[in-house]
C-alpha cells in the first residue's frame, strides 16, 4: 500500500510539474507573438531603436514620422525623445548651463537641400563627412538633436565649452549619446 501511494504521489507531482512547464512555455509563446516588432526593431523606421547612418538607410527613405512635437526654437522632435530632452534641458538650466536647440526633425526634403548645399559650397567628400543624405539621417526620424551656446551653434567647438562638456558627461541619464565622438566617426 505504502508504495502505491508513493507511485501516486511522484505521479502527481510529476503531472503538476508538466503542467507548470506546459503552462510557462505557453505563456512565453504568447508573450511572444504580442512582440511589437515595428516597436522594437532595428530596421522599421516607425522605430526608436531603428538604426540609421550613412551605411543603413530608412525604409523608405522618404520616411516622415507620424507624430512630432514641438521642443524651441521652432524644432520638432519625437515625443518619447522630447519629453527626455526637456527633463535634460531642465536639469542642464538647473547646473547653470544654457542648451540652445538647433536643430531637430528634418524631412526628406530639407536633409536633401543641407546636404546638397554643403556639396555646392564644399564639394561632396566634405559634405560626406559632414553631413548625411537624405533617408540617411537620424534627424528624419525625429530622435537626434544639434545644440548650441555660448556664441558656439553645432560646430566643433561646442565640444570645448562648459556647456559641452556637460552635455557630453550627463546626456546619457536622458538617453541620448553623442553620436560622432572626435576620431571615432568611422565606426
Excluded at 40 to 68: A, C, D, G, R
Excluded at 142 to 154: P, Q
Aim: net charge positive.
Amino acid at each position: 500500500m505504502k508504495k502505491s501511494v508513493t507511485v501516486v504521489l511522484i505521479f502527481i507531482l510529476l503531472s503538476v510539474g508538466l503542467l507548470y512547464l506546459f503552462r510557462a512555455f505557453s505563456m512565453s509563446d504568447s508573450r511572444s507573438s504580442n512582440f511589437n516588432q515595428n516597436q522594437y526593431s532595428l530596421t522599421y523606421s516607425t522605430s526608436i531603436w531603428v538604426v540609421v547612418n550613412k551605411q543603413h538607410p530608412l525604409i523608405p527613405k522618404t520616411y516622415s514620422p507620424k507624430k512630432l512635437v514641438a521642443i524651441g526654437n521652432g524644432q520638432r522632435m519625437h515625443p518619447q525623445a522630447a519629453n527626455e530632452l526637456a527633463k535634460m534641458l531642465k536639469e542642464a538650466e538647473i547646473s547653470k548651463h544654457q542648451l540652445t536647440v538647433e536643430s531637430g526633425y528634418r524631412s526628406y526634403e530639407t536633409q536633401s537641400l543641407a546636404y546638397d548645399s554643403l556639396v555646392t559650397g564644399f564639394g561632396q567628400a566634405k559634405a560626406d563627412n559632414e553631413s548625411a543624405r537624405a533617408g540617411y539621417s537620424e534627424h528624419q526620424i525625429g530622435l537626434a538633436i544639434d545644440f548650441g551656446s555660448e556664441g558656439c551653434k553645432v560646430q566643433d567647438c561646442f565640444a570645448n565649452t562648459s556647456t559641452g562638456k556637460w552635455l557630453r558627461s550627463n546626456s546619457y541619464k536622458y538617453g541620448f549619446i553623442l553620436r560622432y565622438p572626435p576620431n571615432k566617426e568611422s565606426i
